[in-house]
């Protein structure tokens, strides 16, 4: 019912937050019981293929939370039962590790001073690629793993019915497990490049191995930022600037920002700024800063004039 207002807005994207059956619901919205099933108060599944429906034929899309945080214990299925890696195994993933990191940090650096021998020595440090059967022998022993994870089948469960991209709530917990980097790549394969997913900035901070990092680098498409503006508009403009001058505006290819203006965990714009047109003047900076604007809804209606 509300579509056409929003599409009218100029919005092109809905994010539903979590919409999971969950005890006590909406209050302990995040205390889900499972992450395929819809929660009977908002409506049944024919209701959600409708509204999928009617937001794809309006040419907007639908990207869903899934609250990974704390349901999902670990990124492995401790009940899952696979071969477990020999040596050989071990080494060959260590090499393709290395290999990816060098490649995806650029052996050459973009410095104009480098000299030619350093160049050459960067470029002879570069490990030699594996052949295809030990790629395919690690490649598959990652996939049967996270193939069997609730989040892979949780994925694969909502672009069934329709669903845009996924925003991973909590990501920040797993990002220094060692099937992490598998993991991102094996959802972002299903999604395909035309559907995103999205992650909080708190994953890409909480990241501090080369493997994690990069993975989030190269596989998120989506780096959520929250924007505090309780504190005045210098810390605004320091945060603003540590986004902007940080490590996503490096290269073109790493994540674009997704800038939140506020959301469901936090109070609305309204009541913690006690300054007429205060949501006014965030939605408006939102919209004018590089990258993706999110506004929750309701807050555009509290723009007072």
Known sequence: MRLDYLKKLGVRGIRLNSIFPAAHYPEYYSNIDNLTDLNKELGTLDDFATLIREIHRRNMSLVLDLPLYPFIKTLYDENTSIEK?????????????VTDDVVLQEVVPTTPFMSLQAIREALSSIPPPL???EEQLIISNDVSIVSDNP????????????????YLKGLEHYVEEKLFPSSLKHWKYILGSERILICHMDAL??????????SILM????????????NGTKEIKRQVEEV????????????WIHWSIGGVDSKRIASTINVKNATMAITLLGMMLPGTPSIFYGDEVQIRI
């Open 151 to 166: 989040v892979t089948a949780a994925i694969k469960i909502w672009l069934e019915r329709g669903v845009d991209g996924f």
């Open 85 to 97: 890696p020999n040596k050989t195994d071990k080494a060959v993933r260590e090499r393709r590790d």
């Open 205 to 214: 901070s909480a990241a501090k191995s080369i493997a994690a990092r990069n």
């Open 244 to 255: 902007t001058k940080g490590l996503l505006f490096e290269k073109p290819g790493y994540p």
């Open 219 to 230: 596989r998120m498409d989506l780096v959520d930022v929250t924007l505090r503006v309780t």
């Open 131 to 133: 052949d295809n059967s």
